[in-house]
């Protein structure tokens, strides 16, 4: 989705009662902020305008009701807790926007109010780990997958919980406008630029010292994407065989260590064409994917739009 700047984007999170504070307080930090004024309005809306108690023991204030719903572009649902199944008024509300052409995002347990509302029926969705059973349970009609950061449906997403909605909502704006905007913002939060969806999820990591190797190669590798990298020179990098390498970083990220860079290539050369007016057959080279027509190869697969399409719609200055 990329979102013409005519007017900001209206992004709307419904705080459920027991909202997950760190959900709301990201999307905030995120659409919120004042660096995103020219892209993104953000509001907070509850059942109704007025206090919404937290898991964590304090209240928000929400400046809107579920009135707020109606005029949505994107409507983000935080995790909330307990998981209750919300009442008639909040399903249609959801259903309604959904209906009108509103994207549904929700973050961890966020997702237990779109499934209720029967808009996950037989898709492919996330939930924080730790539900995922009892989400088994309640909606045996949703494709549940436990074990990735988020799954990206198109105008229908859903995220895994607490630090992983950051990815997510970071996937979001890069989905809106594109790689150096989501950059930015990621700069200024002090994170990982990207991680993508399908990287694990799951906590229970082992105690190997091998991380910081694989960290560093990585950063590494990403400064030498001009190059013909191969899985014998990152390996190498990180003092490790091949094998082993390939092993633990599939562990770490539920990826292929090639795959991984060639979706780093690719958002390298979303970002020259962002931000520069350098020849295709240039931004090919500097990216490592070799020629002008293998970079429009790998954007149509990858992102159903070829590179003059993609310059022509989210073109604009280096900051």
Known sequence: MTWPL???HAVVALALPGVVAFDLAIAAQIFGFRDEAERYSFTVCGLRPGQVSTSTGFAIDAAAGLAALATADTVV???YY???EPGTDVRDALRAAHERGARLASVCLGSFALAAAGLLDGRRATTHWR??????????SVWLDSDVLFVDGGRILTGAGQSASIDFYLHLVRSDFGAGVADAVARRMVVATHRPGDHAQDPRRDARDDADDLARTLEWAIGQLHRPLSLPHLARHAGMSTRTFSRRFRERTRMTPMRWLSSQRLLEAQRLLETTDLPMDHIAERCGLGTAGNLRLHMLRALGTTPTDYRRTHRRMPA
């Open 6 to 8: 005519q007017r900001p």
């Open 77 to 79: 649902v935080p995790g």
């Open 131 to 140: 539900e995922a059973d009892e989400f088994r349970r309640r909606y045996p």
């Open 82 to 84: 307990p998981t209750d």
